[in-house]
């Protein structure tokens, strides 16, 4: 009996101090997050309204500073379900930029490349904070409180500076983006940030919008015609690059199981070149080639349907290709405008842009070496068999790879790494191709 109270007697202190480490915890959470807050409060007295009231700090913590009120007569982008454009550039304390959509500041702090398409974000402003973080959904989403105690909405060219902390940011993770919009730094976690916003654009129907644009562009461009009379807002110019003294391409037509070879390039509405498969386009546009470009095979089942190269139908293209393409000629040379429908969509591709970095490892240059000296006997016994063994293509060969096998002694025990960086396309973004059809 007194062997049993004793245990139970451990076992409920045992359960006290456990409770009072949790408790502990929870305390030591909670006054993290309340001194990171004071913290906040204080800098925004020192620094931004020292001189007075500029920032007003909102219930849950936001502080919020506008420069510019915008059209305040213009739909508020918290009007029921809305989507907006909007530029930021987020710094931490001290002033370095975590992320930035202005092309000024990337070449400013020296992040700038030629691959990313500077322009506002284009987001879903709804209930909730899908693609936003929860401080910039809470400044768009509600009616917010001035210094003064009136009451204000985020319009169309309203501009100013959030102060932040981050349980409505990035948390104690923090965040880090070298590609594209990303900056310098990183930004740690557990710690608050800026955002230096503007609303460019607010809209309930995205899709009307780029409609517009593209019956705009296609009025100040002329030579358009619909690719047929059941699509709408898909443009074909079928004399684009015609032959001097020509009316009309005369090569062969393409016909359904077909495949023939494309070359291309794509581009946004304001003619920034996002993707191209020629290499020259490639060096005149980005001063650069990071991957050699190859003709893509498009096999033709009927207008709207196609596969890529592994087969599958429907698959590797998009539609504005699928409806355009059947309709082209051999050795034709033509562009197409649409609207997002027939492209990328309401998701977009490769949101907020990519970058993927590949190393190479002392296996290639050791693969080089050793290839050398197979090709090097193979054409020493006539491999090759046809092509003329030594003083013939072998031989001319067998040099190559001994250039190859000199870069990679050179080269051995080096590890290079090659970042490419990808382009952003937007939701609801129309798109421009020029399109060559090989003979």
Not at 7 to 27: E, H, N, P, Q
Not at 383 to 398: E, H, P, V
Not at 406 to 435: C, D, H, K
Request: charged share 20%.
């Amino acid at each position: 009996m007194k062997r049993t109270m004793k245990f139970l007697r451990y076992a409920l202190m045992a359960m006290v101090v456990a409770t009072g480490a949790i408790s502990c915890a929870d305390k030591v959470e909670i006054d993290l997050e309340e001194k990171e807050q004071q913290s906040l409060d204080a800098w925004v007295a020192k620094h931004v309204n020292n001189n007075g009231k500029r920032a007003v700090r909102q219930e849950n913590g936001l502080w919020v500073e506008i420069s510019d009120y915008g059209d305040t007569k213009s739909m508020a982008t918290n009007d029921t379900v809305t989507w907006v454009k909007y530029n930021f550039t987020m710094r931490d304390m001290t002033g370095n930029v975590i992320f930035s959509r202005y092309e000024d500041i990337a070449k400013w702090q020296g992040t700038y490349t030629k691959y990313t398409h500077y322009v506002p974000d284009y987001i879903f402003c709804g209930e909730y904070a899908a693609n936003l973080l929860e401080g910039t959904h809470y400044l768009m989403r509600n009616t917010l409180t001035n210094y003064d105690g009136t009451k204000f909405k985020m319009h169309a060219g309203t501009k100013g500076t959030l102060y932040i902390p981050s349980t409505l940011a990035y948390g104690a993770t923090g965040t880090s983006n070298d590609a594209g919009y990303g900056g310098q730094y990183s930004l740690n976690g557990s710690v608050p940030s800026i955002i230096d916003f503007e609303i460019v654009h607010v809209t309930k129907d995205p899709v009307k919008d780029e409609e517009k644009e593209v019956e705009s562009f296609v009025a100040a461009t002329g030579n358009w015609k619909p690719v047929n009379d059941t699509l709408d807002y898909l443009y074909v110019d079928k004399k684009f690059r015609l032959p001097e003294g020509e009316t009309a391409y005369k090569g062969d037509s393409i016909k359904v199981d077909s495949t023939v070879k494309i070359w291309y390039v794509g581009k946004f509405l304001d003619g920034f070149v996002f993707d191209t498969n020629i290499d020259s386009i490639k060096r005149r546009v980005f001063g650069e080639v990071q991957s050699t470009g190859e003709a893509l095979d498009f096999t033709v089942k009927e207008s709207g349907k196609s596969t890529d190269e592994s087969g599958d139908e429907g698959s590797g293209y998009i539609n504005a290709w699928n409806y355009t393409i059947p309709h082209l000629l051999k050795g034709q040379w033509a562009r197409v405008v649409a609207t997002s429908f027939y492209c990328y969509g309401s998701s977009g591709k490769y949101r907020n842009g990519s970058a993927t970095t590949t190393n190479s490892s002392d296996y290639y240059y050791m693969n080089m070496y050793n290839n050398y000296y197979s090709s090097y006997y193979n054409s020493m016994y006539g491999g090759y068999g046809g092509y003329g063994g030594i003083g013939g293509y072998d031989d001319y060969y067998s040099y190559y790879m001994y250039q190859e096998m000199l870069n990679a002694q050179e080269n051995m025990g080096e590890n290079v790494q090659t970042t490419t960086v990808t382009t952003e396309v937007q939701s609801y973004t129309p798109l421009y191709f020029e399109i060559y059809i090989e003979e």
